[in-house]
């Protein structure tokens, strides 16, 4: 293995910061000093789904330390291999909400549109780690009938930015769609789901911005954030920026053994959101994907936690606990 010398968060691109990102569980353990550890032998599930951590969330991980929980939530482990009954490759189904390549249509006022097929991080727990992100790859013409297909559908009010990451797609091809979709008068809003202002929060840079202010569209920006250590003053500053925008930013997270399964944690989460303008909107169930059982909750283990949320901090710091289950025409709030 060649160690690299780590690239300034402060002076280097988005982009290069993504092309930079570690992809390797060897240089994983290598740049956190873990080398020679156990875990450091129980990583051939990274031939199935590889390793992506760029160095801003690289930074927040404490070195030295296998449990940390950022560093448990992009480390490949054996457990992955295992087939667990009840798990499956396509949890939610999408492949039968699918009609057009780049276009998942499963709620009545709203589609989701697969940008990316890449992420800037890939968490191991990903609901879309099998997706087939080839057969959703939209040339310039596909594009244009995702256009008319939500055109011709009045009942569509609003758009999703999805991926992989969305935000990994470059501006000028997010101001050309975002303009378009801006000439459809029956949306409403258009909002992007996205981990980025967590994994690379450089992402957030003036010409982002340009395009999410020129848009007739109201904004809102759904952050994907697990645990309060991945919240840093660079992650802190771009949301703030987005604000400053008009932008209105949620958060959701995923509820995930040994990371965020106690409520210490949670409440801790929910106030550092909140300081940084973001409000707590979903706690997801995990959704029984393939290969992140040891992930899971017991559902009354999540309710009790939410339960005991409520009963220690202000109901707006307290998110719906939510299950998202296959061919239901939205998601099951629980607790
Ligand atoms: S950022 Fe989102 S889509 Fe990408 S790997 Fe993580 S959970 Fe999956």
């Not at 968490?123 to 297909?149: I, M, S, T």
Request: proline residues 7%.
């Amino acid at each position: 293995m060649i160690a690299r010398t780590a690239p300034s968060v402060h002076t280097t691109s988005w982009q290069q910061l993504l092309r930079d990102a570690i992809r390797t569980p060897d240089e994983l353990f290598h740049a956190l000093g873990l080398e020679g550890h156990p875990m450091a032998e129980q990583i051939s599930a990274h031939q199935e789904f590889p390793v992506v951590v760029p160095a801003p969330y690289l930074a927040r991980i404490e070195r030295g330390n296998p449990e940390d929980p950022l560093l448990l939530q992009v480390l490949p482990d054996v457990a992955e291999m295992q087939l667990t009954e009840g798990y499956n490759s396509d949890p939610l189904s999408e492949r039968d909400a699918n009609p057009l390549p780049g276009l998942i249509h499963k709620y009545h006022n709203r589609v989701l549109l697969t940008l990316a097929s890449h992420c800037a991080i890939n968490c191991r727990y990903c609901f879309r780690r099998h997706f087939p992100y080839k057969e959703n790859a939209p040339g310039r013409q596909q594009w244009l009938d995702v256009l008319e297909y939500i055109r011709s559908r009045p009942e569509i009010d609003e758009v999703i930015y999805s991926g992989g990451e969305p935000l990994a797609v470059n501006d000028q091809r997010l101001a050309w769609l975002s303009q378009q979709l801006s000439g459809i008068p029956h949306l409403k809003r258009l909002r992007i789901h996205t981990r980025m202002p967590i994994a690379i929060p450089q992402r957030v840079n003036q010409e982002l911005r340009q395009w999410i202010s020129a848009s007739r569209l109201q904004v809102v920006m759904v952050i994907h954030c697990n645990h309060p250590n991945e919240l840093d003053t660079d992650t802190v500053n771009a949301c703030k920026l987005l604000q400053r925008d008009g932008v209105t930013l949620l958060n959701q997270s995923v509820l995930l053994r040994g990371i965020n399964d106690n409520v210490s944690t949670l409440i801790e989460l929910s106030e550092r959101l909140f300081a940084a303008g973001i409000s707590p909107y979903y706690l997801h169930l995990l959704d029984k994907v393939q290969g992140a059982a040891h992930f899971d909750i017991e559902r009354h283990q999540a309710i009790a936690l939410i339960d005991e949320m409520r009963t220690r901090c202000s109901g707006y710091l307290v998110p719906a606990l939510a299950q998202e289950n296959a061919g239901m025409k939205s998601k099951t709030v629980l607790g």
